[in-house]
């Protein structure tokens, strides 16, 4: 679960957004997945076009055999916050990490800055992973 004292108002300005992504995923052992920020799905099915990244939070299951790796995908990889393809977040099994970038702040998308390659690093198990993106669209 994440708890995120920063409050939105529904919009695109500061302290506003208006886009929500919201899943929790699995991916088989030793295999990872781009996430295309601009194409991502909401839970309608609807692709959320991000421009901008307010918030992004993500959790490995404790039940997890070993940690998640986040980074930039190797090709048009997001860099707002990792810079690089070799910048590597780990998350042990049971942690999260949330970045809550406040009312002003926020982290933008580009058609040659969007993608996350999100990883299992476990060779025998499964990882499941919770992601919560909040954003916006213009």
Not at 3 to 23: F, K, M, N, P
Request: one cysteine or more; a negative charge; charged letters at 15%.
């Amino acid at each position: 679960d994440f708890e995120i004292a920063e409050v939105w108002e529904s919009g695109t300005g500061a302290s506003q957004s208006d886009r929500l992504y919201y899943d929790e995923r699995t991916l088989a052992a030793s295999t990872g997945e781009d996430l295309d920020l601009t194409t991502i799905t909401d839970a309608y099915g609807v692709a959320l076009g991000l421009t901008e990244v307010r918030a992004l939070c993500i959790q490995a299951a404790a039940a997890n055999g070993a940690a998640i790796e986040v980074k930039p995908s190797s090709s048009n990889g997001w860099t707002a916050l990792l810079k690089d393809a070799s910048d590597i977040l780990q998350i042990p099994a049971g942690c999260s990490a949330q970045f809550i970038l406040g009312p002003a702040g926020s982290a933008p998308v580009s058609g040659s800055s969007k993608s996350l390659n999100i990883s299992n690093t476990s060779g025998a198990a499964t990882g499941t992973y919770t992601l919560l993106i909040l954003g916006t669209s213009a």
